[in-house]
């Protein structure tokens, strides 16, 4: 489910007080995610859910579904699954800009061969904006591994290989052990990456 501006919408108890204190553009946006994540829940058979958030802000979905929520300049998106089918679920949305000075090496090892090999990837593509291509599939990556490890192994607790075909390749970097194969694109103006995660 998508929007390109944010949404108004009812929430329940305990969403309310997720947001109690939150500045407005914090409240939008969360307003927005629940909106999109109850029309993401409806259409797979489940309506009217309560998306509480953690207290680092990451959704809380209902039992036996994961999901994820994305929001950006002109883009929210929110995309959910069935546990028994998806041991996470992750998608990013990164304005296609050059990243502030710094921000990749928190994010990435920019000594690795995995970067290295991504931005050549990248420049292959003809892609100029290559640092908010990993932003995004970092981030992707993280949300996914909050529900399926339950826990926040941050931003850069992955090793990411970024592939010339569109795909990504992703493997952990600290915390539990996975690999999984994400999808990457660049598209009016966004760095777009999603992945999924088996349970095995």
């Not at 292959?124 to 990556?141: C, P, Y």
């Not at 591994?145 to 952990?172: E, K, L, M, Q």
């Amino acid at each position: 489910m998508t929007a390109e501006h944010d949404l108004d919408g009812s929430l329940s108890d305990d969403e309310r007080d997720a947001i109690a204190t939150a500045l407005p553009k914090r409240r939008a946006e969360f307003v927005t995610g629940r909106v999109l994540g109850r029309r993401a829940l409806a259409a797979i058979g489940v309506w009217g859910a309560s998306i509480p958030c953690t207290r680092s802000g990451a959704p809380v979905w209902p039992a036996g579904f994961v999901g994820t929520i994305t929001h950006s300049i002109g883009l929210r998106a929110c995309a959910v699954g069935r546990r028994d089918e998806f041991a996470g679920i992750g998608i990013d949305a990164t304005p296609a800009c050059p990243l502030p000075d710094g921000v990749l090496e928190r994010v990435v090892d920019v000594g690795s061969a995995s970067v290295a090999s991504s931005l050549e990837a990248l420049r292959r593509r003809g892609i100029q904006s290559s640092d908010s291509v990993l932003l995004a599939t970092a981030e992707a990556v993280a949300k996914a591994r909050t529900s399926a490890h339950g826990g926040w192994y941050g931003i850069d607790g992955a090793n990411i290989t970024v592939c010339p075909d569109g795909s990504f390749i992703a493997s952990a970097r600290r915390g539990p052990r996975f690999a999984g194969t994400g999808r990457w694109s660049v598209d009016g103006g966004m760095a777009l990456a999603g992945i999924t995660l088996d349970e095995h």
